[in-house]
Structure formats: structure tokens, C-alpha cells
């Protein structure tokens, strides 16, 4: 089974930078492309950034140049390091795989606000 586990979120300025971590157990890891996701309160949960199983990246335009996408696969772990973030980043960050096929886990707040 898989299971993902979020971490890193918290309280930040804007204009600040926070990485997250997604630490991934159950399955292959380094085969499977991942992604990252959010989800503000009342609005639906969005990709922000997806990287394949040979670290090829892709980004919203709402996020792009700020968020980083990376993945450890000797860690079993992605990231997302996001950097000059802006009021309208909070939301709960979750990891997946870009279908949304596992089980969510708890996801980690991210919080921007002066």
C-alpha cells in the first residue's frame, strides 16, 4: 500500500521561501513520475508541478519560476521548494502521482501572510 507523507509546511511572509518534503513508501519509487498539489479552502485542488521518473518538470504559469520540483530517489522522496511566495500560495500541499492515484495523505499548510 501505498502511503505518502507530506512535511515542511508552515507560517511564512511573502516575498519568503519554504521546501516541502513527500516522503513515499509502498511502491517503486524512482519508476513512477510524481507531482505536487494544492488545494486552498472552497476551491478545488490543482497540479503545481510534476516531475517524471527521469526528472523531467513541468509548471503552471501561476507557478512557475518560483516553485522547484525535485526528487530523491534514494530517499524515496520529492520535493517542492518554493521560493517569492505571494498571499494567494496558501493552501494544503499534498503529493501524488500526477492521476491522483494513490490514497492522499495528510498534506502540510502552507500559510503566506504578513
Known amino acids: 500500500q501505498v502511503q505518502l507523507v507530506e512535511s515542511g509546511g508552515g507560517l511564512v511572509q511573502p516575498g519568503g521561501s519554504l521546501r516541502l518534503s513527500c516522503a513515499v513508501s509502498?511502491?517503486?519509487?524512482?519508476?513512477?513520475?510524481m507531482a505536487w498539489y494544492r488545494q486552498a479552502p472552497g476551491k478545488q485542488r490543482d497540479v503545481v508541478a510534476t516531475?517524471?521518473?527521469?526528472?523531467?518538470?513541468k509548471y503552471p504559469d501561476s507557478v512557475k519560476g518560483r516553485f522547484t520540483i525535485s526528487r530523491d530517489n534514494a530517499k524515496n522522496t520529492v520535493y517542492l521548494q518554493m521560493s517569492s511566495l505571494k498571499p494567494e500560495d496558501t493552501a494544503v500541499y499534498y503529493c501524488?502521482?500526477?492521476?491522483?492515484?494513490?490514497?492522499w495523505g495528510q498534506g502540510t499548510q502552507v500559510t503566506v501572510s504578513s
Open positions: 501524488n502521482h500526477p492521476t491522483g492515484t494513490y490514497s
Open positions: 509502498g511502491m517503486s519509487f524512482s519508476f513512477y513520475h
Open positions: 516531475i517524471t521518473n527521469t526528472g523531467s518538470t
